[in-house]
Each structure stands twice: as structure tokens, then as C-alpha cells.
């Protein structure tokens, strides 16, 4: 719930990705958000203010609200109520008012009288997000005040193919909450391992653990949002990496072995501050690997296995001065064994979890206990990933790095 207590004005402007605002309307409700809609006139003829009332329960509010003769809603006292404003899709004319400072329909007029951030979500056919006119005017929005969330690459309505599409619904979101989130890890660089890894025993058998890297996907999303540049390694998952909410904001490595990570890691930490190993690495791997496919019947009753390497435990050496989190997947004496694992490794802060009973591996939900290098503790009950995500990080934030 990042946007609780927060009110934000989507504004929906007149493009066939229109009808994808009802949807996004739904999903910052989801996130705590108070949401108000304002629709251009060309925006009603592809959804109807109806719509977005059903979804807000609120009055969508259009021209009329502006131009009315008996007076109506003033554009001054939504700007002054509003946190953000979130237009999305934005189009090329929508973008030629901001440019322009005009103040002729009743989101312009907003926009201007309002001293809140605005995200600007364009979305229009290729050739027009690439011409001349279009790229001036992005280049003409004060970028202390305007937030720029680029389009996506990919299929268009028109059957063409080409940047312009609407970005991913929790994309924006994500936007939205940086553009309203601390940004107390600005500046910071920050490498997040998560998921398992893969040791094959041949091409079509891996030894492996149900790690699903949601966790720390999580804690990559909600870096970003609070301001850092984030390296994210990611092992075999279904889930899907965060956007970058700005060009380098995000990187993604993807790798399969404990010694991928382990090599993806070390490159990574050369220029970061903070290292959080969310992942969930192999420990051992078969000693023996095969080329080709072991026959059923040629299986060995008995598997020959080896440790694999310990990633903390060998690059500690290169950690000095980095601020570096761990966490610690238990079923019993969760905190003993965390506590052991903080202070054998040289952890500043480690999540120790317990994973039985269905509990932390694959789930959305997480709980255990918090503890620091300073002795301190924390018990974290039941809660979404995500919100485990921001506590941690906001531990993360007061630590300071190259100590």
C-alpha cells in the first residue's frame, strides 16, 4: 500500500490506449491511492467518464468542469489537492500543451496551477513518438518538475511495430511511487542477487531449491523507487525483473549456476556501495556432470556431490566499506542460526526467515526477525514481500556506505 494517503490525478488523454487508464485507475486504488480522473474531450471517445467513475467512485471530471457557466469544480482546488499528476497515455497534442504552457482544457489548466509532479506517460504510433515536433517538446518539460516514464517497444494497434506502446500497468505504478517515495537511496548504487541457481547433472537434470526470486525482485523494485541505481541478478525465475523507471536506473543479469552468480556478483560490487543476497544459490552440485543425457536405467543409486562456492564467504575480502545484507532460509533456531550467519560472515544487517510449512520459498508473503551488526533485532510478522522490502531498505538508507 506505498500510495496510502496519497491523492493522484490521472489524467487521460484521447489515444486507443485510453481504455488501458481503467486498469491502471484499478491498480493504484490497489496500491492505497486516492484517485481522481480528468479526461481530455478526445479521451471520451474512446471510454467514457462512466467508466472511471464506476472504478474511482468519484465524479470523472472534464471540460465542463472548467468551462462551465454555473460555475463547477475549479481547477485551482484539484491542483492544490492533488500529490501527483499522472497522465497516461499522454499524446503528442497533450505533450504540445505542456510545452506550450496553453491552459485551453481542464487538464492543461490544472497542470499549470498546480505545483505537484507530474509523471507523463506518452503513448502514440511510432513515427509520431519519433518526429522532430514530438522529441522538441519532451526536450522543452523542466525535468525537476516533469517525470518522464518512456514507452515500450513492440506491437502497436496499427499493426505496425516500433516504440510508442503503453508501458505495463505496474510499471507505472512503480513510477508513480518513486515520484512520490523518500528519496533517501538517490546517489547509492545497489547489487540485489535473487532467485536459485541450477547444477545439472546432465543437460535435462538440475539440482535446484523452490526459491521463486520474488523476494528479491522486490527489494530491486523498491531500491530503484526510493532513488538508487540497481544491478539485479536474477537465476531462473518465471517472474519478471522491474522496469528501469530511467535510462541505467535498472540492470538485469540473468545466470543459471552458483558460479555465474558468484562471477556476476564480483563484477557487479566493483562499482556499487550495497550488496543484498536475496538469492538462493545452490549449496552443493553434482561432482560429476555429463555432456549427454543419462539413461534412466544407467542413474547411480548414489550421487557424488560437491560443495559449491559460498559467494559472501569468498568475496568478503573485496566487501570492505559496502553495506551488505544477507538472509538466512531456516526451519529451526531461526534467529541462533541467523545470528551465527551475521557475525561468520561479516553481515551488516541479515533477514532470517523460517521455511517450513509452506512458508517463505515461492510465497508473497514473508516473516522472521531483522538483525543488525549492532546486536539489535527486529520480529517482522506476516506481510507482503513487498513491504518487507521497504523495512529492510529503510535500514539500508541509514547505513552509511564506503564507512
Same mark, same amino acid.
Given at each position: 500500500m506505498r500510495l496510502t494517503q496519497r491523492t493522484i490525478l490521472l489524467g487521460v488523454c484521447g489515444g486507443i490506449a485510453a481504455y488501458k487508464s481503467a486498469l491502471l485507475a484499478r491498480a493504484l486504488i490497489? $496500491?492505497?491511492?486516492?484517485?481522481? @480522473? $480528468?479526461?481530455t474531450a478526445s479521451a471520451q471517445r474512446f471510454i467514457t467518464p462512466l467508466t472511471f467513475e464506476a472504478l474511482t467512485e468519484q465524479a470523472c471530471l472534464t471540460d465542463e468542469d472548467l468551462f462551465h457557466t454555473g460555475g463547477g469544480v475549479s481547477h485551482v482546488e484539484i491542483a492544490r489537492t492533488s500529490d501527483l499528476i499522472l497522465i497516461a497515455p499522454a499524446t503528442a497534442t497533450t505533450l504540445a500543451r505542456l510545452a506550450g504552457g496553453f491552459a485551453d482544457n481542464l487538464l492543461?489548466? @490544472? /497542470?499549470? #496551477?498546480? &505545483? #505537484?509532479?507530474?509523471? /507523463?506517460?506518452?503513448?502514440?504510433? %511510432?513515427?509520431?513518438? =519519433? !518526429?522532430?515536433? @514530438?522529441? &522538441?517538446?519532451l526536450g522543452l518539460l523542466d525535468p525537476d518538475?516533469? &517525470?518522464?516514464?518512456l514507452p515500450e517497444s513492440g506491437a502497436l494497434a496499427s499493426g505496425d511495430s516500433g516504440p510508442g506502446r503503453f508501458p505495463e500497468v505496474d510499471d507505472i505504478v512503480d #513510477?508513480? %511511487?518513486a515520484a512520490l517515495a523518500p528519496q533517501d537511496l538517490a546517489g547509492r548504487s545497489v547489487v540485489v542477487t535473487a532467485g536459485p541457481t541450477r547444477e545439472p547433472l546432465d543437460p535435462v537434470r538440475v539440482l535446484t531449491n523452490p526459491s521463486s526470486g520474488r523476494m528479491g525482485i522486490e527489494l530491486a523494485r523498491a531500491a530503484q523507487i526510493r532513488g538508487a541505481r540497481v544491478h539485479l541478478i536474477l537465476g531462473p525465475t518465471h517472474l519478471a525483473p522491474p522496469r528501469p523507471l530511467a535510462p541505467d536506473r535498472m540492470v538485469v543479469t540473468r545466470v543459471v549456476t552458483t558460479d555465474d552468480m558468484l562471477r556476476a556478483t564480483r563484477a557487479a560490487i566493483a562499482d556499487a556501495? %550495497?550488496?543484498?543476497?536475496?538469492?538462493?544459490?545452490? *549449496? =552443493?552440485?553434482?561432482? !560429476?556432470? @555429463?555432456?549427454?543425457?543419462i539413461r534412466k536405467e544407467a542413474l547411480p543409486a548414489t550421487l557424488a556431490m560437491e560443495h559449491t562456492p559460498d559467494i559472501l564467504k569468498t568475496l568478503r575480502p573485496e566487501l570492505a566499506g559496502r553495506v551488505v545484507v544477507g538472509f538466512a532460509a531456516e526451519t529451526t533456531d531461526i534467529e541462533t542460526s541467523g545470528r551465527r550467519k551475521l557475525e561468520s560472515k561479516g553481515l551488516d544487517l541479515l533477514f532470517a526467515n523460517p521455511v *517450513? +510449512? +509452506? &512458508?517463505?520459498? +515461492?510465497? =508473497? %508473503?514473508?516473516? +522472521?526477525?531483522?538483525l543488525a551488526r549492532d546486536g539489535s533485532r527486529l520480529d517482522v510478522p506476516p506481510q507482503s514481500k513487498s513491504a518487507l522490502a521497504d523495512l529492510i531498505l529503510e535500514r539500508v538508507a541509514r547505513l552509511p556506505a564506503d564507512r
Amino acid at each position: 500500500m506505498r500510495l496510502t494517503q496519497r491523492t493522484i490525478l490521472l489524467g487521460v488523454c484521447g489515444g486507443i490506449a485510453a481504455y488501458k487508464s481503467a486498469l491502471l485507475a484499478r491498480a493504484l486504488i490497489r $496500491a492505497g491511492g486516492s484517485v481522481r @480522473v $480528468a479526461m481530455t474531450a478526445s479521451a471520451q471517445r474512446f471510454i467514457t467518464p462512466l467508466t472511471f467513475e464506476a472504478l474511482t467512485e468519484q465524479a470523472c471530471l472534464t471540460d465542463e468542469d472548467l468551462f462551465h457557466t454555473g460555475g463547477g469544480v475549479s481547477h485551482v482546488e484539484i491542483a492544490r489537492t492533488s500529490d501527483l499528476i499522472l497522465i497516461a497515455p499522454a499524446t503528442a497534442t497533450t505533450l504540445a500543451r505542456l510545452a506550450g504552457g496553453f491552459a485551453d482544457n481542464l487538464l492543461s489548466a @490544472v /497542470v499549470l #496551477a498546480s &505545483r #505537484a509532479p507530474v509523471l /507523463v506517460v506518452p503513448s502514440m504510433h %511510432t513515427a509520431m513518438w =519519433e !518526429s522532430l515536433p @514530438v522529441q &522538441r517538446n519532451l526536450g522543452l518539460l523542466d525535468p525537476d518538475r516533469y &517525470r518522464m516514464l518512456l514507452p515500450e517497444s513492440g506491437a502497436l494497434a496499427s499493426g505496425d511495430s516500433g516504440p510508442g506502446r503503453f508501458p505495463e500497468v505496474d510499471d507505472i505504478v512503480d #513510477a508513480a %511511487t518513486a515520484a512520490l517515495a523518500p528519496q533517501d537511496l538517490a546517489g547509492r548504487s545497489v547489487v540485489v542477487t535473487a532467485g536459485p541457481t541450477r547444477e545439472p547433472l546432465d543437460p535435462v537434470r538440475v539440482l535446484t531449491n523452490p526459491s521463486s526470486g520474488r523476494m528479491g525482485i522486490e527489494l530491486a523494485r523498491a531500491a530503484q523507487i526510493r532513488g538508487a541505481r540497481v544491478h539485479l541478478i536474477l537465476g531462473p525465475t518465471h517472474l519478471a525483473p522491474p522496469r528501469p523507471l530511467a535510462p541505467d536506473r535498472m540492470v538485469v543479469t540473468r545466470v543459471v549456476t552458483t558460479d555465474d552468480m558468484l562471477r556476476a556478483t564480483r563484477a557487479a560490487i566493483a562499482d556499487a556501495d %550495497t550488496l543484498i543476497m536475496a538469492a538462493a544459490p545452490a *549449496d =552443493e552440485r553434482p561432482a !560429476s556432470p @555429463v555432456a549427454s543425457k543419462i539413461r534412466k536405467e544407467a542413474l547411480p543409486a548414489t550421487l557424488a556431490m560437491e560443495h559449491t562456492p559460498d559467494i559472501l564467504k569468498t568475496l568478503r575480502p573485496e566487501l570492505a566499506g559496502r553495506v551488505v545484507v544477507g538472509f538466512a532460509a531456516e526451519t529451526t533456531d531461526i534467529e541462533t542460526s541467523g545470528r551465527r550467519k551475521l557475525e561468520s560472515k561479516g553481515l551488516d544487517l541479515l533477514f532470517a526467515n523460517p521455511v *517450513d +510449512g +509452506g &512458508r517463505g520459498f +515461492g510465497a =508473497e %508473503t514473508n516473516q +522472521g526477525v531483522l538483525l543488525a551488526r549492532d546486536g539489535s533485532r527486529l520480529d517482522v510478522p506476516p506481510q507482503s514481500k513487498s513491504a518487507l522490502a521497504d523495512l529492510i531498505l529503510e535500514r539500508v538508507a541509514r547505513l552509511p556506505a564506503d564507512r
